[in-house]
Antibody, heavy 119, light 107 residues
Framework: EVQLVESGGGLVQPGGSLRLSCAAS????????MNWVRQAPGKGLEWVSY????????YYADSVKGRFTISRDNAKKSLNLQMNSLRAEDTAVYYC????????????WGQGTLVTVSS | DIQMTQSPSSVSASVGDRVTITCQAS??????LAWYQQKPGKAPKLLIY???SLQSGVPSRFSGSGSGTDFTLTISSLQPEDFATYYC?????????FGGGTKVEIK
């Protein structure tokens, strides 16, 4: 069974940092592109970042560019999101999701991890 | 960036009803359009990809159509488990963008 499990969320002060991880199982992780998508409380979905299967191609939403860094460790079947200079508006549930090629739809998604930025 | 405009924002319907949700892209995206279902407290689930391809395991009462800038998700006969929020997403280019969502509620 394909499974994605996020971890690393929590409460952090504005300006602080947090590192999210997504553990993949049930598929050949190194063959798949991955996305991070977030959802602020009571709001819609917002794409955050994309990484290709090899890690050589990366994209970010303008809202996180320069503050967030996506990476992956194919040997460990792990996707990561390093989040620095966090702001209140970064408060959201963060989901990792496998890209369904061709195109950039996502399936499946992890269960999500909540990041709360507050003093 | 490609803007995705989804309508309606909410719809009240009864079990057995036919429900149609539309999504309009601000520029052409060929058939690179996905539809997701999200229930409260749960992760989104892919229903349709490439505008009209049914994701494995998704009931056939769900269908998608359209190309270019105008797309439609249809639920042919609404079931109790279909009450949820639905999102479209353009899967054509970065930044990926989502519609604002359509909440399907019980009438």
């Amino acid at each position: 069974e394909v499974q994605l499990v996020e971890s690393g969320g929590g409460l952090v002060q504005p300006g602080g940092s947090l590192r999210l991880s997504c553990a993949a199982s049930g598929f050949t992780f190194s063959s798949f592109e991955m996305n991070w998508v977030r959802q602020a409380p009571g709001k819609g979905l917002e794409w955050v970042s994309y990484i290709s299967s090899s890690g050589s191609t990366i994209y970010y939403a303008d809202s996180v560019k320069g503050r967030f860094t996506i990476s992956r460790d194919n040997a460990k079947k792990s996707l990561n999101l390093q989040m620095n200079s966090l702001r209140a508006e970064d408060t959201a549930v963060y989901y990792c999701a496998r890209v369904l090629a061709p195109g950039y739809s996502s399936s499946p998604w992890g269960q999500g991890t909540l990041v709360t930025v507050s003093s | 960036d490609i803007q995705m405009t989804q309508s309606p924002s909410s719809v009240s319907a009864s079990v057995g009803d036919r429900v149609t949700i539309t999504c309009q892209a601000s520029q052409g995206i060929s058939s690179w359009l996905a539809w997701y279902q999200q229930k409260p407290g749960k992760a989104p689930k892919l229903l349709i990809y490439a505008a009209s391809s049914l994701q494995s395991g998704v009931p056939s009462r769900f269908s998608g159509s359209g190309s270019g800038t105008d797309f439609t998700l249809t639920i042919s006969s609404l079931q109790p488990e279909d009450f949820a929020t639905y999102y479209c997403q353009q899967a054509n280019s970065f930044p990926l963008t989502f519609g604002g969502g359509t909440k399907v509620e019980i009438k």
